[in-house]
């Protein structure tokens, strides 16, 4: 029989222990959360049947967990416990205290539920409400969150470019970085030109907060022909015209130079209010406000200027070239008569592609005029002959070693033409043989109608020496100097739509279309349906230099991007 | 009633930030559609470019103050003194529970107050913030031209993406989410759900003390593992994985088959049918936490994205002005 004072403690509110005691006798004593248990434990974590309280073969007593069953002793796991004074056993959520026994016990227990058990089971709402149900619960601040971006960002993408800026050294090393400091300012790919570069922004960006300057492009592009005068007033302008104003970079690797026309029509739009003095007009738009073209003609005599009608002004455009032709013959529908027979002529047979200029080939009296037989220049009287197309002294000469060989291989001298000379026989023979060449040369080759006068200008007949002038020759080469044309781009454009030659008998006719031509098929910036768009630059250059010579002496400054 | 009839931030004033905000955008894609841009294409170095640049950035200002000015200090402290004012006028017995409310009346006060910050009230600031964030989007990308690149400048429109995206969403949950959490919560609310889940369980607790051991394991495993909230993923998806509760759910069926004493059999019917009606209320307080957690989620991305906007638009222009 084991005698055994239970006492079954709780705390007030205070924290005090109140307990509640009782005794009880049994051999064995049964502790578990069952209903039969002379020890009652009720909670889910004491098992139906816990343990049991026996006496031992030695008198002791002892605690004696179920099979499989643990409990913690004074922090040790344990199955079977002497139930010694002091003894801390941890039951579940109780704790069991052995105490000293109490008179006629044999054995004396605290019962107590542990304090954390107690709000497990009484204050269970309250660990519920301790359980975060909300985000913001679980520690997670937006602001915090916030103050963490914003510095992750200053240092990512603040300081780290800047750096550079600050270090030669740096900025070398990080240029060279697949993935370098300064690429997360860039706002775009760098031209063609300037990529060389790289990351090495203060090539250009000289002054932060300042805008690249012309000096700093200059550096490397000094010999860059400028759009004015030198000594022009508006030479001032160029300070409002930086060079950024037109190439402004970071656009792409062929976006550097503008091509929209509203930089320039900010000028040339009302260029007369403001040059009151300018020859020019004012241009606004292809399509609508563009004068019409001048045309570049050769300099009168002593004049050094160019003539620069406008070819609209038919009296002043007249080509004073020294030839005689007829487009009109040359380009007869039905042929012209041959040595081959009757030739169909077009343009092209004359006019031939220069592929390495915008310019056609030069015509060449043998190729172009003389290939089919027709325009060889000859002779007739008082024989037959050719001469080759050459200068005049050339073909002197040709007709003199003709007569020449002539009176020395037979030895007499033509007693006709050279009856009244006088002198020894090599005196009569020369003087003969200048006469005969004269002669032929004035009746036949430099005739005004035929031969060399079919397509020159000569005068000199009535000299009696061999004085004869030909009309010096001033065939035009580039009617539009200033501007750019390709025929290569309209070669889809019969020749005859543009140039109305096939009724010119002149050669001092110039067929050269004016803008309306042009307007059939081109129009301004705004593009149009069926139309070309065209801007200013399609067809001018601004850093042609206009008519200015390059600047002298001016070289460019070989900028080695390694070393900056 | 009036409250029903309340115009939503959507049709505030009669739509007037919608047409404001239509206005902007029309003008934006016309200029967009008309101005020629040299050959260098439409990119925010252009005149307009430039002028969509500075627009989107002021937008971003007025936007970025409607965020401070909720937030402001001074306005919460208004907010409690005017509360306080309001409780100590109020009746001591009013039910706070009903919508016609001191507390809502005061709430309503306080959204429709005329002179809230420039004469506009907080709604009407709401709904601007709303349509001019749809405003910024055009006006940001017509500003980039279509041109992107790995750079803080296309990183800038991005965060700008972000937040009117997390800011949409919010909108979104919004309008539908508030609806759901009353036909969810019904007249409770989630503090009087978790008090009858700790009711059910010590009730079940008493119930199965005679029961074995089996079935008190489960109960405790319910009990004590079962949680409400509790983490992220929780929060957000509104189910816990391998629930201890539908676990004892479906565990007691299974073990009460082994039972056959009558009364053990009807204690374990008593059990289920608890466990059932816990599982339904832990289900509740579930989606109750993920309706308010969805609620809460997206300003963790509004808010920060928009202080991570506000450093790349500066950066942005300060990079544009120091390389210029």
Known sequence: MISCLVTHLSRNPQGAPIGTESVINSDVLDIGRGAACRIYLPDHQVYLHHATINRGDDGHLYLICHAGIEIRVNGAMMHTVPLNIGTHIELGPYEIIVLPPAQGCDLAISVEMLEQHQLVRDRAIELHKKSPLTIAALGYSKRKISILFAFLFF???????????????????????????????????????????????????????????????????????????????????????????????????????????????????????????????????????????????????????????????????????????????????????????????????????????????HIEMQRDCQQSGCHKVRYRDPMVGVVPHGTVGEIEHTVHQFFLNQISTTGTIPKEECRDIKGNGVQRSLGCVNRLTFNLLKISLFRKTMSCG??????????????????????????????????????????????????????????????????????????????????????????????????????????????? | MDWIQRPTVLTYGNNRYFKLSSVIISIAIFAFVLFEPSNTGHYGGTILGYTLGVSSATIVIILFYYGLLKRRPPLQRERRTK????????????????????????????????????????????????????????????????????????????????????????????????????????????????KQIAEIDERARILALDMPDDVNQLLLKSRLETHIGSNLYQMLTGEQLNCPTAYAAKQIQVLGAKYVKNEQIKIIAELYSLILRKKTLVNRAHIAVMLKARMDAWLYLHVPFSVALMASLSVHVLAILFYW
Not at chain 1, 326 to 336: M, Q
Not at chain 1, 500 to 518: F, M
Not at chain 2, 136 to 151: E, K, N
């Open chain 1, 155 to 361: 240092l990512l993408f603040v300081v780290i470019p800047l750096l550079p800026k600050f270090s030669t050294s740096l900025n070398d090393w990080q240029a060279e970085l697949p993935v370098t400091m300064t690429d997360s300012w860039r706002p775009g790919e760098l031209s063609e030109g300037h990529d060389v570069f790289g990351s090495k922004c203060s090539v250009c960006h000289r002054q932060p907060f300042t805008a690249v300057s012309s000096e700093v492009c200059l550096e490397c592009h000094g010999n860059v022909p400028s759009h004015f005068k030198a000594e022009s007033t508006h030479a001032k302008d160029t300070k409002k015209m930086n060079c950024t104003s037109c190439h402004k970079d970071h656009n792409g690797k062929f976006g550097l130079v503008l091509h929209d026309s509203s930089r320039c029509r900010s000028c040339h739009a009302n260029l007369k209010k403001q040059k009151p003095d300018t020859t020019r007009s004012n241009v606004a738009n292809f399509k609508s406000a563009h004068p019409s073209f001048r045309v570049t003609l050769p300099s009168l005599e002593n004049a050094t200027e160019p003539l620069r009608p406008l070819l609209n002004d038919k009296a002043a455009v007249v080509e004073q070239n020294g030839l005689k032709f007829s487009h009109l013959a040359h380009l007869n529908p039905k042929g012209i008569s041959s040595n081959k027979g009757q030739m169909i002529m077009v343009c092209e047979d004359c006019h031939r592609r220069n592929a390495k200029s915008k310019n056609f080939a």
């Open chain 2, 83 to 194: 509360l306080y004012d309001t409780k100590n006028t109020a009746p001591q017995n009013e039910n706070i529970s009903l919508p016609s409310s001191s507390a809502t009346k005061e709430r309503r006060s306080f959204l429709s107050r005329k002179n809230w910050r420039f004469h506009v009230t907080l709604q009407g600031w709401l709904s601007g913030h709303i349509y001019l964030g749809g405003t910024l989007i055009v006006l940001a990308t017509l500003h980039t031209g279509f041109r992107f690149s790995w750079s803080v400048h296309t990183l800038s429109y991005v965060f700008l993406l972000i937040v009117s995206a997390t800011g949409y969403y919010g909108l979104y949950i919004y309008t539908l989410y508030p609806r759901v959490m009353t036909q969810i919560l019904g007249q409770d609310t989630l503090d009087m759900i978790i």
């Open chain 1, 454 to 564: 079919e397509c020159h200008e000569i005068t000199g007949h009535d000299s009696e020496d061999m004085s004869w002038k030909f009309a010096p020759l001033k065939i035009n080469r580039d009617w539009f100097p200033l501007a750019k044309f390709s025929h290569s781009k309209h070669t889809v454009t019969p020749c005859e739509k543009c140039h109305d030659k096939a009724n010119s008998k002149l050669s001092s006719d110039i067929s050269l279309p004016d803008i309306d031509k042009c307007r059939e098929c081109h129009v301004g910036d705004k593009v149009a349906d069926h139309k070309v768009s065209s801007r200013c630059d399609s067809c001018h250059q601004f850093h042609d230099g206009l008519s200015y010579p390059v600047k002298a002496g001016i070289k460019p400054t070989h900028v080695d991007p390694t070393q900056k």
